[in-house]
């Protein structure tokens, strides 16, 4: 069963944290996700740029709508994903445990749903 990590950060625990402390926390992420992915579990991984570089769309009736940076004011906010194999929650919490960023921030885990089962009900035989 595949689950999106989604790992939320707060700059302000993170500006606390000693000096090196955060490449050591990377460090250990990094090594995390090489031994997810060597043994199959890790499907992808990506960092995000810092929120102010970010821009919602949202689209209301024939109302466009721009906004530069996330929507609503956070302390947390989405810094990077994983894309995980596991076996069931359990599998996948102890996975996201040992990541450093659930201290200083959140890790939320999401089961994927299978598209391809959505694309076969919505459009009969898996087509267009």
Not at 14 to 32: K, V
Not at 42 to 69: C, F, I, K, N, W
């Amino acid at each position: 069963m595949k689950f999106l990590m989604m790992i939320y950060c707060d700059d302000s625990l993170l500006e606390a944290l000693p000096a090196g402390e955060f490449d050591t926390r990377m460090r250990g992420c990094l090594a995390h996700a090489d031994d997810l992915r060597a043994e199959g579990s890790l499907h992808d991984a990506q960092q995000l740029e810092a929120p102010a570089t970010a821009r919602s769309v949202r689209v209301r009736g024939e109302q466009v709508q721009l906004v530069d940076g996330p929507f609503a004011e956070t302390k947390e906010y989405l810094a990077g994903f994983n894309l995980i194999e596991a076996a069931d929650m359990d599998e996948a919490v102890q996975m996201a445990l040992a990541f450093p960023w659930a201290r200083t921030g959140c890790i939320e885990l999401r089961p994927v749903r299978d598209i391809d089962s959505v694309r076969r009900r919505v459009t009969g035989a898996g087509g267009r």
